[in-house]
């Protein structure tokens, strides 16, 4: 997926392009990342979609069944899966930091994947984020934004 315009997704022409950048979501994987982070329901996503960009219902369901491809794809058979790891599995996440974290919602790995892509890999606004969600140190926090980094970098 790597640095992919938006439009490169299925159902995203230039207009909802534009719509979508216009939001922030100028990457692909910016895009992802909110598909993860709604754990890729199909549902919520169309909604969200159709919400934020105005678009019909067939592009927001090409798009979600692109995603939902690419998912199926990436997460679950590369060298390191990611699929429905725990969100323990990351670098800097313990049990109590897991806990906290799966009682906000983001209780699988993926997800916090979701919400480092929709922060577009930026290692402050995640590092940030995470301190203040769960209460991790500045450590454990940079730990995880290093480790799903590196996962971006390698398969994404």
């Keep these: 997926m790597g640095e992919k315009p938006v439009t490169d997704l299925a159902g995203i022409g230039e207009v909802l392009g534009k719509r979508l950048e216009s939001k922030g979501f100028d990457k692909a994987y910016v895009v992802l990342g909110q598909f993860l982070v709604l754990k890729k329901n199909q549902e919520l996503f169309v909604e ?4 934020l960009s105005g678009a019909n219902a067939k592009q927001a369901k090409d798009c ?27 670098a ?51 730990d995880c934004c290093q480790c799903l980094g590196e996962w ?5």
């Design 48 to 51: 969200w979609l159709k919400d």
């Design 92 to 142: 800097g996440i313990g049990e109590v930091l897991g806990k906290r974290l799966e009682s906000k919602g983001f209780d699988k790995a993926y997800v916090v994947l979701g919400q480092f892509l929709v922060l577009k890999k930026n290692q402050e606004l995640f590092v940030e984020w995470l301190k203040d969600l769960s209460g991790a140190n500045a450590k454990q926090a940079k």
């Design 152 to 156: 971006c970098d390698q398969f994404l």
């Design 64 to 90: 979600c069944q692109c995603l939902g491809e690419w998912c199926d794809q990436f997460l679950s058979l590369s060298t390191t899966p990611m699929g429905e790891k725990p969100v323990t599995d990351l």
